[in-house]
């Protein structure tokens, strides 16, 4: 198993919910300094967004409860002890990723913030080109064939 490259090792560095704390706050900052970005007014777009942000965060818990519960890692990069396979890891190989992404939009429309949500896309990006990819091989190295039928029958996102 080969290690991640220096900047894909130096970005592992910051945990995953801080990637997307850190980009939602950037795209906040932008559209409080610029005075853009802005939601119309809409009596059903807080509680749209409540909903979101609270489907994301029980996934999000959800997936993360099952990990603690079976002793496994959540860091990524570090080797899994347990190839977690039920729950909502039927549906998506990475329900915690999908949640937090559910909750940053929710948030989003919760504040009526259009910039968070249109950098939202390059977060998923580097989750999904950066994070995943490591740890989808250190899954491979570990847990070899098991993985494979996994990986099979479950996509990585939805």
């Known amino acids: 198993m080969k290690p991640p490259g220096k900047l ?3 970005l592992l560095m910051i945990p995953v919910p801080w990637v997307f704390v850190l980009t939602y706050l950037m795209g906040a900052g932008i ?11 809409s009596r059903f777009l807080t509680p749209a967004g409540l909903l979101v942000l609270a489907l994301g965060c029980a996934l999000a818990a959800w997936g993360w409860f099952i990990f603690q519960s079976r002793g496994t890692t959540r ?6 002890s347990t190839l977690v396979t ?3 890891y039927q549906f998506t190989r990475n ?7 559910l909750a940053y939009l929710g948030e989003g429309c919760i504040q009526h913030q259009a910039i ?12 999904n080109r950066v994070v995943i990819p490591v740890e989808e ?3 491979h190295a570990v847990f070899g064939r098991e ?3 996994y990986t099979a029958t479950v996509r990585r996102w939805l």
């Open 31 to 41: 559209g409080s300094v610029f005075h853009i970005g802005r939601f119309p007014d």
């Open 95 to 101: 329900p915690m990723y999908v949640g937090l992404s």
């Open 147 to 149: 993985y494979e039928r």
């Open 86 to 88: 039920w729950g909502p």
């Open 75 to 80: 860091v990524p990069g570090e080797v899994s």
């Open 116 to 127: 968070p949500i249109i950098l939202l896309p390059l977060t998923i990006g580097y989750v």
């Open 8 to 10: 894909a090792g130096a």
């Open 137 to 139: 091989e250190r899954l």
